[in-house]
């Protein structure tokens, strides 16, 4: 595996590559910037060589950044086009990031470029589970897998250390051991979630339930630990999964990708589901209809639901009249059976965003415009002895 410093400095000079294809300059707090400093009932900023600044249109631009007054350690961007305009930690010491608009755009369509990306992986991905849920004992690989496995049943958020110390908030590697009843081969997950949202998820799934049961018997509260070869207990946590995910996939994917591209193959089915509408008042109900329904089953509110989880492609190619022919159309080309791994849903979701895909950048080559080209990997397994059988699922959220 690729070295984590080695692995910042990639990402770092693809991101100022991206930067300049799109006329922006890549920029970080590291660098010289403007500083902010309390003065009167205002601000007055600083250069990156201390000099006040008193140009008007510069303090019109970085008061234009709307930079939220209770924020410190203010960084600004002496340049107007950086893809990073300002940083500060606001009142619990969090980072924030003031980006550029255009940054933001480029940055979401990269976004849901990787979810085709992440698609093609999940044949790799699956193989991997499969593979390490049989390993003998609790050896970590094993337990990380159980959590993959987890991720995918009940689109549970992975969990946060920080979150569950200072919020009382948890997810799946920071669930603790009062957090899991089991019933015969069912088990029950009770936990207070992001934004204080009260969680309770069945699953009946015999060969996970007995692995909770060997991992509950380890001593400390956490649930999820594995055994290594001194028979020492130890805790997995969000940064344990994201590495076995990059391992097995050969790609820098997370955790959240599982529910980014749940939500997207939830929002189509839902969407598919509907009758045929004439007209696009109805059609632009069923899209709210069908956001809502996914957005409880991952335990969003619909907002966040329909920005940050569903492929935008889904809602335009249903509202443009053009998704019962994409989905039917392209369910019957070669992807489905180079895509064994994957359901027929799933394979058939993939192939209208990557068509999707296809057209956009049809229409930025006609326009005379460069799209960063997304990442393509190829990896395919096959279903009947990769993908693990969906186990129930039913899901409460309070």
């Not at 609790?138 to 009940?154: C, M």
């Not at 909770?212 to 999820?224: T, V």
């Not at 957005?295 to 492929?311: D, Q």
Request: some cysteine.
């Amino acid at each position: 595996m690729e070295h984590p410093a080695s692995e910042r400095d990639s990402y770092f000079d693809e991101a100022a590559d991206v930067a300049r294809q799109n006329g922006l300059r890549y920029m970080s707090d590291d660098m010289p910037g403007i500083s902010r400093r309390r003065h009167g009932k205002g601000f007055a900023y600083h250069d990156a060589k201390g000099r006040l600044i008193d140009d008007k249109e510069e303090i019109a631009r970085l008061h234009a950044l709307a930079i939220p007054p209770a924020w410190e350690e203010v960084w600004i961007s002496p340049s107007a086009n950086g893809h990073i305009l300002a940083t500060g930690r606001d009142a619990r010491g969090r980072k924030q990031y003031r980006y550029h608009p255009h940054w933001r755009l480029v940055r979401d369509d990269a976004k849901y470029e990787r979810i085709i990306s992440f698609a093609q992986a999940l044949p790799a991905i699956r193989r991997a589970v499969h593979e390490d849920l049989h390993r003998p004992g609790l050896h970590r690989q094993k337990v990380v897998a159980s959590i993959v496995h987890l991720l995918q049943a009940t689109l549970m958020r992975v969990g946060n250390d920080e979150y569950a110390r200072e919020n009382k908030s948890f997810g799946l590697t920071t669930l603790r051991n009062r957090h899991v009843r089991i019933d015969g081969s069912d088990v029950m997950f009770r936990f207070r979630g992001k934004s204080g949202v009260q969680h309770e998820i069945k699953l009946h799934d015999p060969y996970v339930v007995r692995l909770i049961r060997k991992m509950r018997d380890l001593p400390g509260q956490e649930l999820f630990q594995y055994v290594d070869d001194d028979g020492q207990a130890h805790s997995i946590d969000s940064g344990d999964v994201n590495a076995y995910l990059r391992e097995v996939s050969g790609e820098d994917f997370s955790a959240k990708d599982f529910r980014t591209w749940a939500g997207t193959v939830l929002a189509t089915l839902a969407l598919q589901a509907f009758e045929s509408v004439d007209s696009q008042a109805q059609a632009k109900k069923n899209v709210v209809r069908a956001i809502e329904n996914v957005a409880k089953k991952l335990g969003n509110t619909p907002s966040i639901c329909r920005k940050c989880y569903v492929h935008p492609a889904i809602v335009e190619s249903y509202l443009e009249g053009s998704f019962a022919e994409l989905l039917e159309e392209r369910v019957q080309t070669e992807l489905v059976e180079e895509l064994h791994a994957l359901t027929p849903e799933e394979a058939a979701v993939l192939a209208l965003l990557q068509q999707r895909l296809r057209e956009a950048d049809e229409d930025a080559g006609r326009a005379g415009q460069r799209k960063p080209a997304a990442r393509k990997n190829s990896t395919t397994g096959e279903r009947k002895h990769h993908a693990p059988a969906r186990p129930a699922v039913h899901r409460t959220h309070a």
